[in-house]
């Protein structure tokens, strides 16, 4: 079955640096791919999505970005974070239709 | 707008006991309806989902759910909870027009013993 590789689990990052968050899945492939963030332990917004290699689909406008270099790898980035952009960052897949989202197991970012 | 609703924020329930966590739905056409759990800095785990078919779908950990087309609602159930059933738990429903699953609220499940 599906495996998704997150990392780090934590990370605690200054106001204005770089982010970079990978995803990598395992099990699976040509996988759709998302990213989510939970805020405050609650619902989940979704980020971006993808379909394939260097396909993705941006939700709402923010401060973030993807990208999609190989199948099964999705990476989420920032030039310049800000402290709203603290959160729990979930990666997901799926092999489309109406199969299970299989999860990772988050990061959680901490802009001070 | 399409959605799904939670409308408790936290359920409790003592063990041993049957547990329901609520869900309606604003969905048009088929609804493809899912439930999800999140244990505490965890990612999400699929429990079922309903597709087509039978109204009682069968999910993972003894969950079952009942879509009820009449009252718009697909809500969880357990005939016993367990301590360890205590978690957050979010229902969602994929829209047609899109590719990803929208997530309700989410209902915190804490069981006594």
């Known amino acids: 079955s599906q495996t998704i590789h997150q990392w780090p689990a934590t990370l605690v990052q200054p106001v204005g640096s770089p982010l970079s968050l990978e995803c990598t899945v395992e099990?699976?492939?040509?996988?759709?791919l998302y990213w989510y963030r939970q805020a405050a332990g609650r619902g989940l917004q979704l980020l971006f999505y993808?379909?394939?290699?260097?396909?993705i689909s941006s939700e709402v406008p923010q401060n973030l970005s993807a990208s999609r270099p190989q199948d099964r790898q999705f990476i989420l980035s920032s030039k310049k974070l800000l402290l709203s952009d603290s959160g729990f960052y979930l990666c997901?897949?799926?092999?489309?239709?109406?199969?299970?989202?299989?999860f990772g197991n988050g990061t959680r970012l901490t802009v001070t | 707008a399409q959605s799904v609703a939670q409308p408790e924020d936290q359920v409790n329930v003592a063990e041993g006991n049957p547990l329901t966590v609520k869900c309606t739905y604003s969905v048009s056409g088929n609804p493809y309806l899912f439930w999800y759990v999140q244990y505490p800095n965890r990612g999400l785990q699929f429990l079922l989902k309903y597709i087509t078919g039978d109204n009682l779908v069968k999910g993972s950990y003894g969950f079952e759910a009942e879509f009820n087309k009449s009252q718009t609602s697909f809500h969880l159930k357990k005939p016993s909870a367990l301590v360890s059933d205590s978690a957050l738990y979010f229902c969602?429903?994929?829209?047609?027009?899109?590719?990803?699953?929208?997530f309700g609220s989410g209902t915190r499940l804490q069981v006594q013993p």
């Open positions: 993808s379909v394939g290699i260097g396909q």
């Open positions: 099990g699976t492939s040509n996988p759709n």
């Open positions: 969602a429903f994929k829209d047609t027009g899109r590719r990803a699953l929208t």
């Open positions: 997901a897949g799926d092999r489309g239709s109406n199969s299970p989202l299989h």
